[in-house]
């Protein structure tokens, strides 16, 4: 099955860690996104990612970072410096240059700080 | 920052009426899509209409771009219980980028 993947669904993360949110797709898209959604707000951009082995600074990106190694993988770590992470987390993927067609989201990730 | 701004912020509608919200943006944009979320869910895709396009229909969503205006409109017909979700917009700039930008949404809560 084509799609974008995810993991994990929900996420602890301790004061002061590290953490890093899988997303992976096998859509062969070259466009690659990462936002976050807070309790009945909108979505935020983090980073994007239009080809491997570059990305771009989003709106809100203090506190985040991200690779893009394989066209297929574009993980998001949470670092320490975040200090407010707990949110919901979309990753989302498209193809096209100049987005010309939709985009495809994961069921995101749901990261609490206890 | 965010390019798209939706009114109403919220909707509540009876089964069977129609549901209209607004998108508003800043910058020149090559295209627009609505997207749909399901509580606690990813989104997903409904519609796209490029800048040169002023009106698309797919099922009972018909979407209206009006450039001049910097604004779109989403009209969901003969509402379904199943149409309750939030409902966002999205623009993707004219600038050679890929940046795809949302609003804040707007929820929609039909009544059966």
């Known amino acids: 099955d084509g799609g974008i993947t995810q993991s994990p669904k929900y996420l602890f993360r301790k004061e002061g860690q590290n953490v890093t949110l899988s997303c992976e797709q096998n859509l062969n898209h070259d466009a690659m996104y990462w936002y976050r959604q807070d309790p009945g707000q909108g979505l935020r951009l983090i980073y994007y990612s239009q080809i491997v082995n570059d990305f771009q600074k989003g709106d809100i990106a203090e506190g985040y970072s991200v690779s893009r190694e394989k066209k297929e993988s574009f993980p998001l770590t949470v670092t320490s410096a975040q200090k407010n992470p707990t949110a919901f987390y979309l990753c989302?993927?498209?193809?096209?240059?100049?987005?010309?067609?939709?985009?495809?989201f994961g069921q995101g990730t749901r990261l609490t700080v206890v | 920052s965010q390019q798209g701004e939706e009114d109403p912020q919220a909707l509540s509608i009876q089964e069977g009426e129609n549901a209209t919200m607004n998108c508003s943006y800043k910058?020149?944009?090559?295209?627009l899509q609505w997207y749909r979320q399901n509580s606690g869910r990813g989104l997903v895709h409904l519609i796209l209409?490029?800048?040169?396009?002023r009106e698309k229909h797919s099922g009972r969503l018909r979407v209206t771009l009006d450039t001049s205006k910097k604004s779109s409109s989403l009209l969901i017909t003969a509402s379904r219980a199943a149409d309750t979700a939030s409902y966002f917009c999205?623009?993707?700039?004219?600038?050679?980028?890929?940046?795809?930008?949302f609003g804040a949404g707007t929820t929609v809560t039909v009544r059966a």
């Open positions: 989302a993927s498209g193809q096209g240059r100049g987005m010309y067609t939709e985009a495809f």
């Open positions: 910058t020149s944009i090559n295209n």
């Open positions: 999205a623009t993707v700039r004219k600038t050679n980028d890929y940046k795809l930008s």
């Open positions: 209409i490029r800048s040169n396009e």
